[in-house]
Nanobody
Framework: QVQLVESGGGLVQPGGSLRLSCAAS????????MGWFRRSPGKEREFVAG????????DYADSVKGRFTISRDNAKDTVYLQMNSLRPEDTAVYYC?????????????????WGQGTQVTVSS
């Protein structure tokens, strides 16, 4: 079993930045791909970014390409989401997810473990 705990959410003005963190515990982080998803009010949970276990593969939703960066520190069992140039439409609850596969995927059904989420609000 894997437990995932997100942190780093908050209120930020448009154009600002935030860095989300997701700490994994409970079993080895080894060979798990990781992803970030988000859900805005009234919308389905959507893929934001994913990263492979150790071969440098990353994937991003078109809406965040060039603004968000996913990274991971396997020694710390932690994955990060650096979010720059934030927009009001980025407002959502952000979820971290782990997949028992070394390659990332963009479907929610491809992930086996989920965190509780952290709120990100972009507003002036």
């Amino acid at each position: 079993q894997v437990q995932l705990v997100e942190s780093g959410g908050g209120l930020v003005q448009p154009g600002g930045s935030l860095r989300l963190s997701c700490a994994a515990s409970g079993r080895t982080f080894s060979s798990f791909a990781m992803g970030w998803f988000r859900r805005s009010p009234g919308k389905e949970r959507e893929f934001v970014a994913g990263i492979s276990w150790n071969i440098g593969i990353t994937d991003y939703a078109d809406s965040v390409k060039g603004r968000f960066t996913i990274s991971r520190d396997n020694a710390k069992d932690t994955v990060y989401l650096q979010m720059n140039s934030l927009r009001p439409e980025d407002t959502a609850v952000y979820y971290c997810a782990a997949r028992r596969n070394p390659r990332p995927a963009d479907a929610t059904t491809s992930y086996d473990y989920w965190g509780q989420g952290t709120q990100v609000t972009v507003s002036s």
